[in-house]
Nanobody, 119 residues
Framework: QVQLVESGGGLVQAGGSLRPSCVVS???????????VGWYRQAPGRQRELVAD???????NYADSVKGRFTISRDNAKNTVCLQMNSLKPEDTAVYYC??????????WGQGTQVTVSS
């Protein structure tokens, strides 16, 4: 069974940094390496939105609101996805979710990690 476990969220002041990570279990490293991965977030009263994704070939895509501040990365040897978040703003406050998508299209989500940025 595929499981995604996020950690590394927390409370930080505006301008600070956090680095959530997501460990994916239940799939082989070879399958993970050809899967697309991403981070999404959902603030109260809002829809879940894409923050950043990273394709198996290395292409990345970022929401305009985080470009230049956030960096997504992966470690295929450890089935891990990270999101380096710098210059955090109060509007970045949300629950952050990790997602893995197989080449077949099947997707799996983590349970989320709370990020709170105080002004």
């Amino acid at each position: 069974q595929v499981q995604l476990v996020e950690s590394g969220g927390g409370l930080v002041q505006a301008g600070g940094s956090l680095r959530p990570s997501c460990v994916v279990s239940g799939i082989s490293r070879s399958i993970f390496s050809i899967s697309n991965v991403g981070w999404y977030r959902q603030a109260p009263g809002r829809q879940r939105e894409l923050v950043a994704d990273l394709r198996s070939g290395g292409n990345t895509n970022y929401a305009d609101s985080v470009k230049g501040r956030f960096t997504i990365s992966r470690d295929n040897a450890k089935n891990t996805v990270c999101l380096q978040m710098n210059s955090l703003k109060p509007e970045d406050t949300a629950v952050y979710y990790c997602k893995v998508q197989y080449p077949s299209g099947s997707s799996f989500w983590g349970q989320g990690t709370q990020v709170t940025v105080s002004s």
